[in-house]
């Protein structure tokens, strides 16, 4: 398709385990964001990527969670030893200028047991 | 810290009446705002933007209104429909090259019919 495609859509898994969660940015894009948004709360920053530059990472909130890039494509969040707390929905948005309209994908909603 | 917020949480209106929704950012350098919709279990669609330098802007059935001096900003629907239903999203870009949106919690928008 045209837009950001995230998968999976949604995953369950137990406290202590880790996740990938993946994102495909539409094509030509070269900047890439990951958000969390917490039930009923707004979106919260946690990586940008931006063609060939150092990620900003300032917006992990711990160092079980990490972010890759393959170039200008595909980009997967992982959390490692996943807790409680960061179940969410984790959007992923792409955009073909650094500063401007984000196009978001329908996201990856994590529970963790 | 910088934050932008929402002055109303909920907001009911009945089909074919205006719905203004609001929004208080703190951050003086914030050049960039843009609206987004959320629909229930989708990711976040760009509505309407506007820089600083413009004070109005206008879309389909949509306005957007920016007040610098004591920042604020606001959506304006016309003649508001059932499908506008929805999480209304502020964010800002907080000025010059830097990327990041920082978005508020959000205002459930709830039409009647």
């Known amino acids: 398709g045209a837009g950001v495609s995230q998968s999976p859509s949604n995953k369950v898994t137990e406290k202590g385990k880790d996740v990938e969660l993946r994102c495909d940015p539409i094509?030509?894009?070269?900047?890439l964001y990951w958000y969390r948004q917490r039930l009923g709360q707004g979106l919260e920053f946690l990586i940008y990527f931006q063609g060939n530059s150092a990620p900003d990472k300032s917006g992990l909130p711990s160092d079980r969670f990490s972010a890759e890039r393959t170039g200008e494509s595909v980009s997967t969040l992982t959390i490692q030893r996943t807790q409680q707390e960061d179940s969410a929905v984790y959007l992923c948005?792409?955009?073909?200028?650094?500063?401007?309209?984000?196009?978001f994908g329908e996201g990856s909603r994590l529970t963790v047991l | 810290g910088e934050s932008v917020g929402l002055h109303l949480p909920t907001l009911s209106v009945q089909e074919g009446d205006n719905s203004i929704i609001n929004c208080a950012y703190s951050n003086s350098a914030s050049d960039y705002f843009i609206w987004y919709k959320q629909e229930s279990g989708k990711g976040p669609q760009f509505i309407i933007d506007i820089r600083s330098n413009m004070d109005k802007r206008q879309g389909q059935r949509v306005t957007v209104l920016l007040n610098k001096t004591v920042k604020h900003l606001s959506l304006q629907i016309a003649a508001t429909q059932p499908g506008d239903s929805a999480v209304y999203f502020c964010?800002?870009?907080?000025?010059?090259?830097?990327?990041?949106?920082?978005f508020g919690k959000g205002t459930l928008l709830t039409v009647n019919p």
């Open positions: 964010a800002e870009n907080s000025g010059g090259s830097n990327y990041k949106l920082t």
């Open positions: 948005a792409s955009s073909p200028v650094m500063v401007g309209e984000l196009f």
């Open positions: 094509s030509g894009h070269t900047a």
